[in-house]
């Protein structure tokens, strides 16, 4: 399988725990982003990476969330002290990195999801 | 701030009808991604499309670039369509690199 993998696809931790989540992108792209999405609502956008650059934060990463991609090539996304209201499908998408004008490579291409539920 | 917006949020229809599925948007974009979403989460890219239609199978994607919005089509739906289809465009030179998404369309194709 050379999609884009999620682990785990389930977390259930309980308030106050930490949770590492880990994405390991499609070979060869070099974009890789992080999404939220609660029931009922489309996916937010978190972050994204450039190879191993964080170009990218969203105001709804506060500062209990943290992402990396030490090498370039998998990324984990680790929420510290979660709360209640953490509860999402946190999704990780990836893409190559320039399109060099072709939009086809603007096609990002999604994992199945890491569905996380704080007790 | 760019929205995107879907209508209808809930569609039940009967096997072999025609499903219409809109998205409207509210700034210039680069591209506009039909994506569809079963039940577990995992999201498939159905469609990007910068201008005109583009047709796959049963699935037809529309843009009207003027008039910002763009409509999914589907023919002869069969129970297998169901899923929520969700609207998302890129935005060029915009803060963030990554998808506005609309909030979905949760359509269920009954036998």
């Known amino acids: 399988d050379t999609g884009v993998s999620q682990d785990p696809r389930h977390k259930i931790t309980k308030r106050g725990q930490n949770v590492t989540f880990r994405c390991d992108p499609i070979s060869e792209h070099n974009r890789l982003y992080w999404y939220r999405q609660t029931l009922g609502q489309g996916p937010e956008f978190l972050t994204y990476?450039?190879?191993?650059?964080?170009?990218?934060k969203s105001r709804l990463l506060s500062d209990r969330f943290s992402a990396e991609r030490p090498k370039g090539s998998f990324s984990t996304l680790e929420i510290q002290r979660t709360e209640q209201g953490d509860s999402a499908m946190y999704l990780c998408a990836s893409r190559p990195g320039t399109s060099g004008g072709n939009l086809a490579k603007n096609i990002q291409y999604f994992g199945a999801g890491t569905r996380l539920s704080v007790l | 701030k760019n929205e995107v917006e879907q209508s209808p949020q809930n569609l039940t229809a009967q096997e072999g009808e025609f499903i219409t599925i809109n998205c409207s948007y509210s700034?210039?974009?680069?591209?506009l991604h039909w994506l569809q979403q079963h039940p577990g989460g995992g999201i498939v890219s159905l469609f990007m499309l910068s201008s005109g239609k583009k047709k796959h199978g049963r699935l037809i994607a529309t843009i009207n670039i003027q008039e910002k919005h763009s409509s999914l089509h589907i023919t002869a739906s069969h129970p297998r369509d169901s899923a929520v289809y969700i609207c998302a465009v890129s935005i060029p030179g915009g803060g963030a690199d990554g998808l506005t998404f609309g909030k979905g369309t949760h359509l269920i194709i009954q036998p």
């Open positions: 700034v210039g974009i680069s591209a």
């Open positions: 990476f450039q190879n191993e650059a964080q170009l990218e």
